[in-house]
Nanobody
């Protein structure tokens, strides 16, 4: 399975971005997907995850600002981010693995290359 994240950029606080994770490999549709981020000078953080069939989602942020969805027919996973804050500035990664909503990077054997999100105040 290969993953490629895209859709990052510079946005003002309060704005929105939608990140995409494009996958290749037939087994992708059997894996859960997690989104992680690495803020400047910080460790990797778990943003949220979605089950292999899209039937369950989990978010570390409970404010409802983030929404994860997936389109298995087109092998895509999305991270919709609304009401962005400067603290959301980070490199965002998508990752695939067998464990739904695991916050541990080591549970995800497949990773995309990351996309930079910068939120200005």
């Amino acid at each position: 399975v290969q993953l490629q994240a895209s859709g990052g950029g510079l946005v003002q606080a309060g704005g929105s971005l939608r990140l995409s994770c494009a996958a290749s490999g037939r087994a992708f549709n059997t894996y859960a997907v997690g989104w992680f981020r690495r803020p400047p000078g910080h460790d990797c953080e778990f943003v949220g995850g979605i089950a292999w069939n899209g039937g369950r989602t989990y978010y570390t942020d409970s404010t409802g600002r983030f929404t994860i969805s997936r389109d298995n027919a087109n092998m895509l996973v999305y991270l919709q981010m609304d009401r962005l804050e400067p603290d959301d500035t980070a490199v965002y990664y998508c990752a695939a693995g067998s464990t739904f909503a695991s916050p541990h990077p080591f549970d995800y054997p497949y990773w995309g290359q990351g996309t930079q999100v910068t939120v200005s105040s």
